[in-house]
Nanobody, 121 residues
Framework: QVQLVESGGGLVQAGGSLRLSCAASGSIIDINAMGWYRQAPGKQRELVATLTSGGSTNYAGSVKGRFTISKDNAKNTVYLQMNDLKPEDTAVYYC???????????????WGQGTQVTVSS
């Protein structure tokens, strides 16, 4: 069983910063990639940023230059540093990870419960 626990969301004024964290726990063999997605009210879930085990990153165009994804392998934790936040960044942010476990020894996508980020103008 794998759990992804997110934290760090909240209310911030435009131009402010937040740092999201997502910690994976369970009978983990390895983590292939971790990432962040977001879903605003009435919209589809969209990719924000991903980070592979090899260190390659991918960002949505709307967050490039403002958001930075990073990870701590020892803690099985991925972070999303969000700077210069805009009202259009308001959404529920979800952590995603492709993980191999002792129970499921093939890569499988796991999702966190989501954390709300609200940016006021």
């Amino acid at each position: 069983q794998v759990q992804l626990v997110e934290s760090g969301g909240g209310l911030v004024q435009a131009g402010g910063s937040l740092r999201l964290s997502c910690a994976a726990s369970g009978s983990i063999i390895d983590i292939n990639a971790m990432g962040w997605y977001r879903q605003a009210p009435g919209k589809q879930r969209e990719l924000v940023a991903t980070l592979t085990s090899g260190g390659s990153t991918n960002y949505a165009g709307s967050v490039k230059g403002r958001f930075t994804i990073s990870k701590d392998n020892a803690k099985n934790t991925v972070y999303l540093q969000m700077n210069d936040l805009k009202p259009e960044d308001t959404a529920v942010y979800y952590c995603d990870a492709a993980i191999r476990t002792t129970a499921v020894p093939r890569l499988y996508d796991y999702w966190g419960q989501g954390t709300q980020v609200t940016v006021s103008s």
